[in-house]
Nanobody, 115 residues
Framework: QVQLVESGGGLVQAGGSLRLSCTGSGILFSFTNMAWYRQAQGKQREVVAGINRSSTATYADSVKGRFAIFRDNAKKQMILQMNSLKPEDTAVYYC?????????WGQGTQVTVSS
């Protein structure tokens, strides 16, 4: 059974930073392309950043230059370092495979950026 657990969210002022973590189990983590997704209230879920098995990263235009994605295959962990946060980054953040597995959505972690 695949389980992905997100952590590290919180409340931060605009311009601040947060570091999100995702830990996986029941998944061949090192062989899986992974991504961070987010869903703001009333909006569709969107891809924030992706990282393939070779650690090549891609970013949504809205977060380029502010967010950085990393992975540690030995720990089955993925990190999203978020800097220069904006109120529009407020959302629930999820990790999943890329493309996402329908059976692997976790609870997510809430990120709230105040202006």
């Amino acid at each position: 059974q695949v389980q992905l657990v997100e952590s590290g969210g919180g409340l931060v002022q605009a311009g601040g930073s947060l570091r999100l973590s995702c830990t996986g189990s029941g998944i061949l983590f090192s062989f899986t392309n992974m991504a961070w997704y987010r869903q703001a209230q009333g909006k569709q879920r969107e891809v924030v950043a992706g990282i393939n098995r070779s650690s090549t990263a891609t970013y949504a235009d809205s977060v380029k230059g502010r967010f950085a994605i990393f992975r540690d295959n030995a720990k089955k962990q993925m990190i999203l370092q978020m800097n220069s946060l904006k109120p529009e980054d407020t959302a629930v953040y999820y990790c999943n495979a890329d493309p996402p597995r329908s059976d692997s959505w976790g609870q997510g972690t809430q990120v709230t950026v105040s202006s």
